[in-house]
């Protein structure tokens, strides 16, 4: 149990739909980070917050954007879903930067874009 | 892109047995993680090793780090059904993410 909590578990929805993911970071932790998973990949950074400020972006549209709130939790919506959005998107808070320090992930949230 | 990559990408032994499974990664690191995913599930912090250490040790893991051949290995000592998962290594952090490879999915056979 590592204290980041993913909601929904799983969605499905379809191709040109909207989808809102929320994520619950560890109490302190002020960076979170969301990646996309493929089935058998490892997973892809998407973006990092840090502060309500995104920091950083990994290769991604976008039409994937996110938040982050006053009390650190996070949201990543993705708009005009492909087929390809399909995945398991994961969170991770930490307390800096993840990588510097010990990164705690969330179950994930299992999309299914059909 | 990814840039480490585990090898083997699948690896089944039996309960008691040692694992050992490598990461090789392409540019220079500050540190290196690694990380467990049971069943597509989330993933879960094991070990970080930073660049000027040569090994370190966490219960029955011990990860090494070759920072001249840019490789590491992961061994798993007296391995337990319940160690049966996919591993990753993972570099690079702060504003760029990390960068996972993908992955040894390790089967522990009772």
């Known amino acids: 149990e590592t204290g980041v909590t993913q909601s929904p578990t799983h969605l499905i929805k379809t191709r040109g739909q909207q989808v809102t993911l929320r994520c619950s970071s560890q109490?302190?932790?002020?960076?979170v980070s969301w990646y996309q998973q493929a089935l058998g990949q490892g997973p892809q950074f998407i973006f990092q917050?840090?502060?309500?400020?995104?920091?950083g972006r990994g290769n991604f549209p976008p039409r994937f954007s996110g938040l982050q709130f006053p009390n650190y939790s996070s949201e990543l919506n993705v708009n005009a879903l492909e087929l390809d959005d399909s995945a398991l998107y994961l969170c991770a808070s930490s307390l800096g930067g993840v990588g510097y320090t010990e990164a705690f992930f969330g179950q994930g949230t299992r999309l299914t874009v059909v | 892109s990814q840039q480490g990559e585990e090898d083997p990408q699948a690896l089944s032994i039996q309960e008691g047995e040692n694992a050992t499974m490598n990461c090789s990664y392409k540019?220079?690191?500050?540190?290196l993680q690694w990380y467990r995913q049971n069943s597509g599930r989330g993933l879960v912090h094991l070990i970080l090793?930073?660049?000027?250490?040569r090994e370190k040790h966490s219960g029955r893991l011990r990860v090494t780090l070759d920072t001249s051949k840019k490789s590491s290995s992961l061994l798993i000592t007296a391995s337990r059904a319940a160690d049966t998962a996919s591993y990753f290594c993972a570099t690079g952090g702060g504003a760029d993410g990390l960068t996972f490879g993908k992955g040894t999915h390790l089967i522990i056979q009772p």
């Open positions: 109490s302190g932790h002020n960076t």
């Open positions: 917050y840090y502060r309500e400020e995104e920091n």
């Open positions: 090793i930073r660049s000027n250490e």
């Open positions: 540019t220079s690191i500050n540190n």
